[in-house]
């Protein structure tokens, strides 16, 4: 059964350090997604990409964030300068082009980020 | 979206039906129900969804009442990979990209 894939599984950084966390979605979807989740709390939505550009973004992902397509098959999430919150799970998710189908998301293990 | 309500927690003996329920009473005509899960620092797991007719796959049940304002999950022989937090999300859906808002959900113990 295809699946989403991250890595690293655990990231461990400095304040201020810039980090990249990968994700290869599910080879024919099209729409793909970054959701965090800090320790104890909700699995908060992040931001959603289809067709090389952001279609939504939530209050979260500020300018420090960035994502991106770099080649047919890797999305990443960039961020600048971590902060110490930034210390969550991160979870890549994707899922097709289907209407009724289209809430149905696949989501990676996720990368544990550790900011110290 | 309609809010939906559920149990904080629940305990389930193995093997044995868990019935997981969710309240969504200001569900619109054309809002889907939607179960996802998250096992222990693993990511969310897309369970089922419907609109109102009950529905059955692989992995569970979905029952929903007439009046849909009331849904259930069921998973008919609960094991203990099936302990985990439960999402029942309320939706409609459409084509294209759709975020997934998550709610505390019911944290459901399955007990050897």
């Known amino acids: 059964e295809p699946e989403v894939t991250q890595t690293p599984s655990h990231q461990v950084t400095q304040m201020g350090q810039e980090v990249i966390l990968r994700c290869v979605p599910i080879?024919?979807?099209?729409?793909f997604y970054w959701y965090r989740q800090i320790l104890g709390q909700k699995v908060e939505f992040l931001v959603s990409?289809?067709?090389?550009?952001?279609?939504?973004k939530s209050e979260i992902f500020d300018d420090q964030f960035s994502v991106e397509r770099p080649d047919g098959s890797n999305f990443t999430l960039k961020i600048r300068s971590t902060k110490l919150e930034d210390s969550a799970m991160y979870f890549c998710?994707?899922?097709?082009?289907?209407?009724?189908?289209?809430?149905?998301?696949?989501f990676g293990p996720g990368t544990r980020l550790t900011v110290t | 979206d309609a809010k939906t309500t559920q149990p904080t927690s629940m305990d389930c003996a193995e093997g044995r039906a868990a019935n997981l329920p969710c309240n969504h009473s200001?569900?619109?005509?054309?809002?889907?129900v939607y179960w996802y899960r998250q096992i222990h620092s693993q990511g969310p797991q897309y369970i089922i969804h419907?609109?109102?007719n009950n529905e059955t796959n692989e992995m569970a049940s979905l029952i929903i009442t007439e009046d849909r304002k009331s849904s259930t999950l069921i998973l008919p022989h609960a094991t203990l990979r099936d302990t985990a937090v439960y999402y029942c999300?309320?939706?409609?859906?459409?084509?294209?990209?759709?975020?997934?808002?998550f709610g505390t959900g019911t944290k459901l113990q399955v007990i050897p």
């Open positions: 990409f289809y067709n090389n550009e952001i279609s939504e």
């Open positions: 998710a994707s899922s097709d082009l289907g209407l009724q189908s289209s809430y149905e998301q696949y």
């Open positions: 419907g609109l109102k």
């Open positions: 080879s024919n979807h099209l729409y």
């Open positions: 999300i309320v939706r409609v859906p459409s084509g294209g990209y759709q975020k997934v808002t």
């Open positions: 200001t569900i619109s005509g054309n809002e889907y």
